[in-house]
């Protein structure tokens, strides 16, 4: 049943959408063709930016700052308990949802699926968000070259994603 209705769900929506449009006597191709070129507009717009978070997240990994800073971070994490091989996935989350699943995919493979630090890993995983990018994406769309308070704010959130993850794992995990 279920996956009859996963299957049906979206063709059902966009006929629905068809039919609105029609009863509203919009021409319904129309708009679609103008919301096509608006956002590939908008895709040319923000690729620089982009381009240049990835080319900085690859330079960010490959230099081995990750893997410094770890290093540099894995004292303090001990002292609070926490595993050190979280910390390069918590430092990429913000960044990029493809290299904080590198490191989730590492931490589940050196591991196992059912370890503490693999169960900490996907809390984390499911409870921060790719700070940067979304930045990058939603400011560069409607033209915010000035985030002035934002990046401070979302990263407070990131850092208190990271602890409530912790906090979360050891209350149900351990």
Not at 17 to 33: A, E, P, R
Not at 68 to 73: N, R
Not at 146 to 161: E, G, Q, S, W
């Amino acid at each position: 049943m279920i996956n009859l209705f996963s299957n049906i769900i979206i063709p059902v929506i966009i006929g629905l959408i068809i039919l609105y449009g029609l009863y509203k006597k919009i021409n319904v191709f129309d708009v679609f063709i103008s919301g096509v070129e608006e956002n590939i507009k908008i895709g040319f717009k923000i690729l620089p930016a982009l381009i240049t978070l990835m080319i900085t997240i690859g330079v960010f990994r490959a230099s081995g700052l990750l893997e410094f800073i770890t290093a540099i971070i894995s004292p303090v994490s001990n002292f609070f308990n926490i595993p050190a091989d979280i910390i390069p996935q918590f430092l990429l989350r913000p960044l990029s949802n493809s290299g904080s699943l590198v490191i989730f995919k590492d931490i589940l493979e050196k591991h196992g699926p059912d370890s503490f630090i693999a169960k900490l890993s996907s809390v984390l995983q499911g409870s921060s968000e790719t700070t940067f990018y979304i930045i990058t994406i939603y400011y560069g769309a409607i033209n915010i070259k000035k985030t002035r308070y934002t990046v401070p704010c979302a990263l407070i959130c990131d850092f208190i994603c990271f602890v409530s993850s912790v906090w979360i794992s050891y209350l149900f995990f351990k």
